[in-house]
């Protein structure tokens, strides 16, 4: 089991009681950017090209508290930039953890071991480490020589000091099923307790736009990763997501599944399109026209098959039917059924 | 620099372009690059004043639309009235721009020949 029964049972608590409510939009990760700064310029990133006065603008802890308490999402999964590089990013942790966040640290752990000591270990708490492949493909990547090496070694450091530990992998077009397999391998043999993957997000911002993938593409591509599974693989994420990315699922987009906050505000619609900000969360469910998102609808969802936007839809459907919630418990007892 | 009447003509960076607003969409046109771009502009107004700074926001389809803009020296957010707006220069640097598939293979690369 990759996610601890803890979390599994606080959020499907979650979850229950918003359907139960009749509560039809509801967040479920909130998506905090605290900072834009990184010290990795990857290709397939988007996230990071603004001026230099942009990039040196922080999120407070105060603002991050807030934010999470506006939102009422069980999950906070922090990506950026790089959050290590934020000086508060101890107290700010600590704060969301004091209110029973489950918090996913996203980092490309080049500063990890450097800065672990600031961090206590929590079930609340997961080191979310941005891995994209063995070695060479992760290097390639990240677009920079031994940042694998680097991880991996921050892996194990954080392991050794009881903490949560989960990878997370985006794939490209250029990605070759069988090593991507083997990377399962190698991360499932350091110990990590589950990995998280997705396909890439066109950015039109990223450097790299002919690496992709479309939602053909897509399918097939996991298709061949997830089929015949090994037992030892765990997955962070939902059954059913996965499913969806195999195309034996049809889903369409949860945009207010994870509400992102950062520096400019509340961002409309979604963590990948920036379509203006507001500045409460309220504003942000209550005025945003969310029948204009998702696939077919709006251009550039056109082939977005990401978790941000999909992985709630799966989520919703196991907690909103009866199919939904005995496919998610096939799905997890018996990943490799036809 | 040069200027553009209008946002017809797009270039593959609007970098050290400047967009004139003489009509509503062109002035709706400039703002919407202005958003779009991945670096500071400077918004000349029709007082004869200026402004420099990153736009991230417009807000419109209200009476009085605005956009929001960060300014280098500012914590918080500025705010300018869409209609006091004359001109949009794409003074800063592009950071989205010139950073092709190329030379990011080939500055990975390299690290590997030395």
Not at chain 1, 200 to 227: E, I, N, V, W
Not at chain 1, 254 to 269: D, E, K, M, S, V
Request: proline share 5%; with cysteine.
């Amino acid at each position: 089991m990759a996610v601890p029964i803890s979390q599994m049972y606080t959020v499907s608590q979650y979850a229950l009681s918003n359907h139960i409510r009749g509560i039809k939009r509801y967040p479920l990760v909130l998506m905090l950017e605290p900072l834009f700064r990184c010290n990795l310029e990857c290709a397939g990133c988007g996230k990071i090209q603004y001026p230099d006065h942009i990039l040196n603008r922080r999120l407070s802890p105060e603002q991050c508290w807030t934010a999470a308490d506006e939102c009422g999402a069980p999950i906070v999964s922090i990506p950026g930039g790089e959050p290590l590089i934020h000086p508060e990013m101890p107290a700010i942790v600590e704060g969301l953890v004091n209110r029973k966040k489950y918090v996913y640290l996203c980092t490309n752990a080049i500063l990890l071991e450097r800065k672990i000591q600031d961090y206590t270990p929590s079930k609340y708490l997961t080191f979310s480490i941005h891995m994209d492949g063995l070695k060479e493909e992760h290097d390639h990547a990240v677009c920079r020589d031994g940042v694998y090496d680097v991880a991996v070694k921050a892996i194990r450091a954080a392991l050794a000091k009881g903490f949560r530990v989960t990878t997370n992998t985006t794939l490209f077009d250029d990605a070759e099923p069988l090593r991507v397999r083997r990377f399962f391998d190698e991360m499932m043999e350091l110990g990590v307790e589950g990995m998280m993957i997705s396909p890439g997000y066109s950015y039109d911002k990223a450097p790299d736009q002919q690496s992709f993938l479309k939602r053909d593409r897509t399918r097939s591509l996991f298709s061949q990763l997830l089929t015949q599974r090994k037992r030892t693989w765990q997955f962070n994420q939902s059954p059913l997501f996965l499913e969806f990315l195999m195309g034996k699922r049809n889903y369409e987009c949860t945009p207010w599944g994870n509400p992102t906050y950062n520096i400019f505000g509340w961002q409309r619609p979604c963590y990948l399109l920036q379509e203006g900000y507001v500045s409460t969360f309220r504003e942000l469910m209550e005025g945003t026209e969310w029948e204009r998102y998702g696939t077919g609808r709006h251009d550039q969802c056109r082939d977005c098959m990401v978790h941000c936007g999909y992985e709630a839809s799966a989520v919703k459907d196991t907690f909103g039917s009866w199919g939904g919630f005995f496919g998610t418990v096939r799905a997890t007892l018996f990943p490799n059924a036809v | 620099m040069s200027d553009h009447e209008t946002s017809d003509n797009h270039p593959l960076s609007w970098e050290g372009k400047r967009l004139l607003t003489n009509n509503d969409a062109a002035l709706r046109k400039a703002i919407e690059h202005a958003r779009d771009y991945r670096g500071d502009v400077t918004i000349y107004l029709k007082t004869g004043k200026h402004v420099i700074g990153y736009v991230f926001d417009h807000h419109e389809g209200i009476p009085n639309p605005y956009i929001k803009l960060f300014l280098a020296n500012q914590s918080e957010p500025s705010f300018v009235m869409c209609q006091d707006i004359a001109k949009v220069e794409f003074s800063g640097e592009d950071t989205a721009f010139g950073r092709s598939w190329d030379d990011w293979a080939q500055k990975w690369q390299k690290p590997q020949a030395s």
